[in-house]
């Protein structure tokens, strides 16, 4: 805490002798929010969006997810099922900073989706409910953080509800995710007896009850915690836990290292009540502060600092348009380094073709706006006809093949049966579109006239059927298939593989880039498998370069 500063952030560490890209990326925060569903994110989301003045309306978020939905019929799915399965970035500034904050879909279905979105971004929030603490969504999605050493800020929600205690809360996130803590503010009272919290950043008391509608309190700024103010401010109790409780916890957890934030290893946890608007500024502020502003970005050839003078950046996401009679797609392209402007001349690696970006666009909170120019750091969306595909570096013409963009493992097999047989062939293009956006994996296999398509959870499958039908005109259904699990398959030398693939062809199968990946029809089938052709690797996973 103690290195913490209390002035208002301004771009850290750039000064005005940095060129114009190192300056744009200081000011950069590209973070995403993880949590387990209901926890809070969307509300936190609004709010976060709110003290950015991108929105002027509490409701707006989800006025806008309503309107979207009325016009997709495939989005139906989510409407019904109250989830939320697709995922926007929102552009906002707060006190000196670009925030991008990129939303992931909540759904454990979805959290493929999820987990690419954060090979996009520099930290994150995870919110956590009061009352339930750490849950097995937040959990997974934190892993995810943790293998690229992430920084974490955490927000604890719902302290106006029956809460657990805050050591308690402190504990648990310490043990279950094995991170140092430390609390960023204290909680004074919770549920109906939530007064407000203690900055313990700014040394600043701020109340719940003036906190009241959209402009909430600045506060009142104190020397320390013996300032004789709390006694005025406060009930007797309140004073006296509050000051107990913070000598306590100043004694349990370790003060505020930045260093160790910025590796992952800990992480300042602020309390509030999104819905209340409490606590929402205080985490803001701290993270212009102290969340890192883009991150060098890992190639199979090198690290991009993002200061580089040149553009370069990956394709994370490809999201089909909303109107669902038009084709088109948009792919979200993190910028990984340089200035870019609309118009440019990019480099698509995979395929060395040029592609001029005309049309690039900028996720505001309730608008797309056209980019005219971007920075490292920066998301932006190109609208294309299906060139784009995940994982796609775009360069200035250098070589790169951004890495850590995973492909995972569908864990859930089913056969795609056509209620219209002359439809075969849009079949066919309506999978290959799929599995090139990323929306599943899809299997051709080398036997039958059968696609097998493959998630990572179940309500993929409802979500495909429906986009089949509606954006295709294709009716299809799903079935169980006797196959339960897929294996990219890889080998030193080619003749092996190509050997292995000749004897196998029952089981062997294609994916869409004609990938070659075995089809098991139980674990013994693949263990054995494996165990026969040692010089072949089964992959759970293949890496999108
Ligand atoms: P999610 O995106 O993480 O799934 O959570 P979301 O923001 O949708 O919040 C889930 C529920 O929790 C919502 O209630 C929301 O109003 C409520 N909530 C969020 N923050 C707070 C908070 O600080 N305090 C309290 N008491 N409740 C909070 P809902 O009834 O499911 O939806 P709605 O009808 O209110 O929209």
């Given at each position: 805490m103690d290195s913490l500063s209390s002035t208002p952030a301004t771009a850290p560490n750039a000064t005005s002798a940095d060129g114009p890209v190192a300056q744009a990326v200081a000011k950069r925060r590209t973070f995403a929010i993880i949590s387990h569903?209901?926890?809070?994110k969307t509300t936190l989301t609004e709010k976060l969006l709110l003290f950015g003045g991108a929105i002027q309306l509490a409701g707006a978020v989800k006025a806008r997810g309503d309107r979207r939905r009325a016009r997709s019929d495939w989005m139906k799915v989510e409407q019904e099922r109250g989830i939320s399965v697709t995922s926007a970035v929102m552009t906002y500034d707060y006190a000196g900073c670009t925030f991008n904050l990129l939303d992931t879909p909540g759904h454990e279905d979805f959290s493929e989706d999820t987990y690419r979105t954060l090979t996009a971004v520099d930290s994150a929030v995870m919110v956590i409910d009061a009352a339930k603490g750490i849950e097995a969504q937040t959990r997974k999605l934190f892993e995810v953080c943790r293998l690229r050493d992430m920084p974490i800020a955490t927000f604890v929600n719902k302290m106006d509800r029956e809460a657990r205690d805050p050591f308690e809360l402190l504990d648990e996130v310490e043990q279950t995710l094995a991170l140092d803590v430390t609390p960023a503010s204290w909680p004074i009272g919770m549920g109906k007896s939530f007064l407000g919290c203690y900055d313990?950043?700014?040394d600043r008391l701020i109340l719940v009850a003036r906190s009241k509608?959209?402009?909430?309190d600045e506060g009142e700024l104190c020397s320390g915690l013996d300032d004789p103010k709390l006694d005025e401010l406060l009930p007797g109790w309140a004073v006296t836990e509050l000051r107990e409780q913070v000598e306590m916890a100043r004694g349990l957890c370790p003060p505020f290292d930045l260093q160790a934030y910025r590796e992952g290893t800990l992480t300042p946890v602020y309390f509030g009540s999104a819905l209340n608007n409490f606590g929402v500024r205080e985490l803001l502020q701290g993270l212009a502060e102290i969340a890192p502003a883009p991150r060098p970005q890992p190639t199979a050839e090198r690290a991009i600092a993002p200061e580089e003078g040149k553009v370069s950046g990956f394709v994370f996401k490809i999201q089909a348009n909303m109107d669902p009679k038009h084709r088109d797609r948009i792919a979200f392209f993190r910028l990984a380094s340089g200035h870019f402007k609309r118009g440019m001349k990019l480099r698509q690696v995979r395929t060395g073709k040029q592609i001029t970006l005309h049309n690039p666009v900028l996720f505001m909170a309730q608008d797309r706006e056209t980019a005219e120019e971007a920075w490292a750091g920066d998301i932006i969306g190109i609208p294309n006809h299906g060139n784009l595909h995940l994982g796609d570096a775009l360069t200035e013409g250098e070589e790169l093949h951004f890495t850590g963009i995973p492909a995972f493992a569908p864990e859930l097999l089913q056969r795609v049966r056509l209620t219209?047989?002359?439809k075969a062939k849009h079949v066919g293009r309506a999978l290959q579109q799929l599995a090139e956006e990323g929306a599943a994996r899809v299997f051709k296999p080398r036997l039958g006239s059968d696609w097998i398509v493959g998630v990572v959870g179940a309500l993929q499958f409802d979500v495909l059927a429906d986009r089949i039908r509606t954006e295709y005109d294709v009716p299809v259904i799903f079935e169980p298939t006797t196959w339960i699990t897929a294996r990219w398959l890889e080998a030193e030398d080619a003749q092996s593989l190509k050997a292995f693939c000749d004897a196998n062809q029952a089981s062997l199968a294609d994916d869409h880039d004609a990938q070659p990946v075995f089809l098991a029809r139980n674990t013994w089938h693949l263990d054995d498998a494996a165990k026969t052709n040692p010089e072949i690797r089964f992959l759970k996973t293949r890496e999108r370069v």
């Amino acid at each position: 805490m103690d290195s913490l500063s209390s002035t208002p952030a301004t771009a850290p560490n750039a000064t005005s002798a940095d060129g114009p890209v190192a300056q744009a990326v200081a000011k950069r925060r590209t973070f995403a929010i993880i949590s387990h569903p209901d926890a809070g994110k969307t509300t936190l989301t609004e709010k976060l969006l709110l003290f950015g003045g991108a929105i002027q309306l509490a409701g707006a978020v989800k006025a806008r997810g309503d309107r979207r939905r009325a016009r997709s019929d495939w989005m139906k799915v989510e409407q019904e099922r109250g989830i939320s399965v697709t995922s926007a970035v929102m552009t906002y500034d707060y006190a000196g900073c670009t925030f991008n904050l990129l939303d992931t879909p909540g759904h454990e279905d979805f959290s493929e989706d999820t987990y690419r979105t954060l090979t996009a971004v520099d930290s994150a929030v995870m919110v956590i409910d009061a009352a339930k603490g750490i849950e097995a969504q937040t959990r997974k999605l934190f892993e995810v953080c943790r293998l690229r050493d992430m920084p974490i800020a955490t927000f604890v929600n719902k302290m106006d509800r029956e809460a657990r205690d805050p050591f308690e809360l402190l504990d648990e996130v310490e043990q279950t995710l094995a991170l140092d803590v430390t609390p960023a503010s204290w909680p004074i009272g919770m549920g109906k007896s939530f007064l407000g919290c203690y900055d313990l950043i700014r040394d600043r008391l701020i109340l719940v009850a003036r906190s009241k509608g959209e402009k909430p309190d600045e506060g009142e700024l104190c020397s320390g915690l013996d300032d004789p103010k709390l006694d005025e401010l406060l009930p007797g109790w309140a004073v006296t836990e509050l000051r107990e409780q913070v000598e306590m916890a100043r004694g349990l957890c370790p003060p505020f290292d930045l260093q160790a934030y910025r590796e992952g290893t800990l992480t300042p946890v602020y309390f509030g009540s999104a819905l209340n608007n409490f606590g929402v500024r205080e985490l803001l502020q701290g993270l212009a502060e102290i969340a890192p502003a883009p991150r060098p970005q890992p190639t199979a050839e090198r690290a991009i600092a993002p200061e580089e003078g040149k553009v370069s950046g990956f394709v994370f996401k490809i999201q089909a348009n909303m109107d669902p009679k038009h084709r088109d797609r948009i792919a979200f392209f993190r910028l990984a380094s340089g200035h870019f402007k609309r118009g440019m001349k990019l480099r698509q690696v995979r395929t060395g073709k040029q592609i001029t970006l005309h049309n690039p666009v900028l996720f505001m909170a309730q608008d797309r706006e056209t980019a005219e120019e971007a920075w490292a750091g920066d998301i932006i969306g190109i609208p294309n006809h299906g060139n784009l595909h995940l994982g796609d570096a775009l360069t200035e013409g250098e070589e790169l093949h951004f890495t850590g963009i995973p492909a995972f493992a569908p864990e859930l097999l089913q056969r795609v049966r056509l209620t219209d047989p002359l439809k075969a062939k849009h079949v066919g293009r309506a999978l290959q579109q799929l599995a090139e956006e990323g929306a599943a994996r899809v299997f051709k296999p080398r036997l039958g006239s059968d696609w097998i398509v493959g998630v990572v959870g179940a309500l993929q499958f409802d979500v495909l059927a429906d986009r089949i039908r509606t954006e295709y005109d294709v009716p299809v259904i799903f079935e169980p298939t006797t196959w339960i699990t897929a294996r990219w398959l890889e080998a030193e030398d080619a003749q092996s593989l190509k050997a292995f693939c000749d004897a196998n062809q029952a089981s062997l199968a294609d994916d869409h880039d004609a990938q070659p990946v075995f089809l098991a029809r139980n674990t013994w089938h693949l263990d054995d498998a494996a165990k026969t052709n040692p010089e072949i690797r089964f992959l759970k996973t293949r890496e999108r370069v």
